[in-house]
């Protein structure tokens, strides 16, 4: 009888395509040849297009007939869509903080209002110790990456991020829901901005790549 295999080649490639994705190796608009992925994590084809295939069933790709896979450019009404799963996530990890301030304080500790207010989230998410729900989150965040980028430089949000800390680090619930609600709203009003940014971006066929360059404005 056969050995059997030392690994599972599809689980291997859908493990590269996320962690490609989370690491912001994709920009909007890049195609995602196969044969080159495959090359490059040394595969054959096969399963690198049944892993893009499962992440285009999830949203996080985009399959076009007749050309293939696509990193997706987010319109307005996507952003905001992600926008309000991503603060349904946010108020389910507060639910979870609110049995235990300290949980709550140790996301306020970790987080950095110069890597933007996003960190301050991926902390709340990471310290509830509810893995499902940093899966689900990092799966939005991921799709927000580029996006996030862009809003960051419009909203210039370094003061409504410290607020957001001191709240988390004196575990006032109700002021960081009402702070989170105003920095949605906030960033809603901005989405058909941010959609023009990644749409010049991706015209100009530059605008991503530098991540310590200006990302590309409102027109």
Known sequence: MSSPPTRDPYGVALGAMRQFAHEGRFEPG??????DLAAEIGLSPTPIREALACLAGEGLIERQRGKG?????LSAAEIIDLYELQRAYLHAALTIHYRGAPSLQRAAAGAAVSAGISSLFDAIIEQTGNS???VAHARVAAR?????RIESRLLCD?????AMIAAAAEARLTDLLAL??????RRCGLARQIASG???GL???SGFKDREGTAPGPP
């Open 144 to 148: 927000l990456r580029t996006a996030a």
């Open 203 to 205: 015209a100009a066929g």
């Open 69 to 73: 896979y696509f990193y997706p450019v």
């Open 180 to 185: 989170l609600a105003v920095h949605h709203d």
């Open 30 to 35: 890049d195609p995602l040849v196969v044969t």
């Open 132 to 134: 499902a729900l940093a």
């Open 158 to 162: 370094d003061e409504e991020g410290d």
């Open 198 to 200: 990644l749409r010049s």
